[in-house]
């Protein structure tokens, strides 16, 4: 069964330090992985795919499929950071749908 | 570019009263989503039409019903409302097939049964 593991509901870091969130996932085919940001209050946004292998407002993340993870790197955090965090793999055929994990509230302090 | 739009924004209903949610995407997208979004528990899909013409159970389908009315247009449907339906109702919307496509996301219903 597909799975997304966020194991952090809450994480707070200060401005300007670094910040990961982390994402683990159970699929057996092949992942297709994306993080969602929300900020309060408002609509989900897409952040980051992994495929794109993109940098999103200093955020990065890298799958590694030996350890199931994809997890989201910024190296100093701002306080327009402060969201709720989700990570999601889309599951293939023809369903197209995507399993969420229940999200990382980041606070990023002054 | 409205992208998906839901209506309405709020609403509040009494429990047994019976309540359409809207949502309509101007993207020509093939598949539509509706999640719900609780405290703790993330999002949750509760109906999808993975193209016009077919829907399909997500993982909490009871006590909704959904009807995908064209290309446009998903519509999400509580027959008769329970406390435990309250929540966060979001719609979505995707290309559907193919690689690397993410979805796109309403602004969101919050809808409390009292």
């Known amino acids: 069964a597909q799975r997304v593991t966020q194991p952090e509901k809450l994480l707070s870091v200060f401005k300007g330090a670094p910040v990961e969130l982390k994402c683990n996932y159970s699929?057996?085919?092949?992942?297709?992985l994306f993080w969602y940001v929300q900020y309060s209050r408002q609509r989900l946004q897409l952040l980051l795919r992994?495929?794109s292998r993109e940098s999103i407002k200093g955020f990065t993340a890298d799958l590694n499929k030996g350890e199931t993870s994809f997890h989201l790197k910024k190296p100093f955090a701002q306080e327009e950071d402060s969201a709720m965090y989700y990570c999601?793999?889309?599951?293939?055929?023809?369903?197209?749908?995507?399993?969420f994990g229940k999200g990382t509230k980041l606070t990023v302090n002054p | 570019n409205a992208g998906v739009t839901q209506t309405p924004k709020f609403q509040v209903l009494k429990t047994g009263q019976s309540m359409t949610l809207q949502c309509a995407q101007d993207?020509?997208?093939?598949?539509m989503y509706w999640y719900r979004q609780d405290p703790g528990m993330g999002l949750r899909l509760i109906y999808y039409?993975?193209?016009?013409?077919?829907?399909d159970k997500g993982e909490v389908p009871n006590g909704y019903n959904v009807s995908r009315l064209n290309k446009r247009e998903f519509s999400l449907r509580l027959e008769s409302a329970a406390p435990s339906q309250t929540s966060v109702y979001f719609c979505?919307?995707?290309?559907?097939?193919?690689?690397?496509?993410?979805?796109?996301f309403g602004d969101g219903t919050r809808l409390s049964i009292l």
């Open positions: 992994h495929i």
């Open positions: 979505a919307s995707s290309r559907g097939q193919g690689r690397n496509q993410p979805q796109h």
């Open positions: 039409s993975a193209s016009e013409g077919t829907t």
């Open positions: 999601a793999l889309r599951t293939q055929g023809g369903s197209e749908k995507l399993v």
């Open positions: 699929y057996s085919g092949s992942p297709e």
């Open positions: 993207m020509n997208h093939n598949s």
